[in-house]
């Protein structure tokens, strides 16, 4: 079998899917395409026009399976290559655009929303990371397209995708480490993006807060930053230097020691369909606590949960760092792990599912 692996927005998260994936399962023929992640209005509508313009040999050939993520505009490319039609057609959302928080100096990527409906409408099979991605999907193309001028009749055919859409995780490669006990319980590890969707306000005005409360803690501020970052991560610089052991991005052998060493992993998002970042940490033995919203109810009990609010999380963390019996044990992971996946994505591929 001859799978043609499209990835028109390589994020990192992208990038670990692809290759793992690829890496996984071994008895299919991969050929892989990608675009890197950058100039995302541009990416999102020229995909195929920078393939057919680059790649145009390799998109020239017979695929069994074309296996795209969901910033590929999948209609556009079969449009331009007609035999790619004749292949089984899947597409695997990693997140989608009607959830994706909008910043006040943002115009609304209505195209961008349009290319993930059409590539969906497209594909003869539809995966996302989780139900929350699944739902959010449905419900913000539904309300989506109730604001267009001719108001078209969108819920059976947006409902029947919705039935017959799979959830599939992304899964996390088996570590070779767990529940350490080198862990220090009241070093907090952040290891998201530096940007506004992840809410970095509310992680550090708790932070100050339990600072100035005399509570003991220590910081490793980690994740992706990129040339502009939110103003609160400037200020928490200086506000909390007597905490922190580690900010910025770190070299990879870096990030894993200080994981490992991690007691708290903490998110305030507002954007998740799934949460590697939290789930690397988690499975490292790190205590995740994350708000009861978006993908987090159905991948953490409760006790790993606060309910979204500034005082709710100061609640909760701050009880973790002072009072031991309070901690919850490690959560158990080896759920999210690739073995427990291989055979979904092997039969997804196959097309016995």
């Known amino acids: 079998m001859r799978v043609l692996l499209l990835s028109a927005y390589e994020a990192v998260s992208h990038r670990y899917w692809a290759e793992s994936l690829m890496d996984t399962i071994g008895e299919v023929s991969w050929t892989s395409l990608s675009l890197p992640p950058r100039h995302f209005r541009w990416r999102i509508r020229g995909n195929p026009?920078?393939?057919?313009?680059?790649?145009?040999?390799?998109?020239?050939?017979?695929?069994d399976v074309v296996l795209a993520t969901s910033m590929v505009d999948l209609a556009t490319l079969v449009g331009l290559f007609p035999h790619l039609g004749q292949a089984r057609k899947i597409v695997y959302f990693h997140e989608n655009q009607f959830a994706y928080p909008e910043s006040s100096d943002q115009m609304p990527h209505s195209e961008a929303k349009m290319v993930n409906l059409y590539t969906a409408l497209a594909a003869n099979s539809v995966v996302f990371n989780s139900a929350y991605n699944r739902d959010s999907f449905i419900d913000g193309a539904r309300a989506f397209l109730?604001?267009?001028?001719?108001?078209?009749?969108?819920?059976?055919?947006?409902?029947?995708?919705?039935?017959?859409?799979?959830?599939?995780?992304?899964?996390?490669?088996v570590s070779n480490k767990m529940y350490r006990d080198a862990a220090i319980p009241h070093r907090i590890v952040w290891n998201h993006r530096w940007e506004y969707d992840k809410n970095p306000d509310d992680f550090f005005a708790v932070l100050f807060a339990l600072s100035d409360a005399g509570v003991s803690f220590e910081l490793a501020v980690l994740g992706q930053r990129f040339r502009q970052a939110p103003a609160i991560f400037a200020e928490a610089e200086q506000r909390l230097a007597k905490h922190i052991v580690a900010w910025g991005p770190q070299p990879e052998e870096g990030y894993r020691e200080?994981?490992?060493?991690?007691?708290?992993?903490?998110?305030t998002t507002w954007h998740e369909f799934q949460g590697l970042a939290i789930m690397e940490a988690a499975q490292r033995g790190a205590l995740p606590l994350v708000p009861d919203r978006l993908c987090f109810p159905a991948l953490y009990p409760p006790v790993y949960r606060y309910d979204g609010t500034r005082e709710g999380l100061y609640e909760r963390l701050g009880a973790w760092l002072t009072d031991?019996?309070?901690?919850?044990?490690?959560?158990?992971?080896?759920?999210?792990e690739w073995p427990a996946w291989r055979e979904a994505y092997r039969q997804l591929l196959m097309g016995s599912t």
């Open 49 to 63: 026009l920078s393939w057919m313009l680059k790649d145009q040999a390799t998109l020239s050939q017979h695929f």
């Open 324 to 336: 031991s019996g309070a901690r919850p044990e490690p959560l158990e992971t080896t759920v999210w």
């Open 258 to 267: 200080l994981l490992d060493s991690a007691g708290i992993v903490v998110s």
């Open 146 to 173: 109730k604001k267009m001028p001719e108001n078209l009749p969108a819920v059976k055919p947006l409902e029947a995708l919705r039935s017959r859409a799979q959830v599939l995780p992304v899964p996390i490669p």
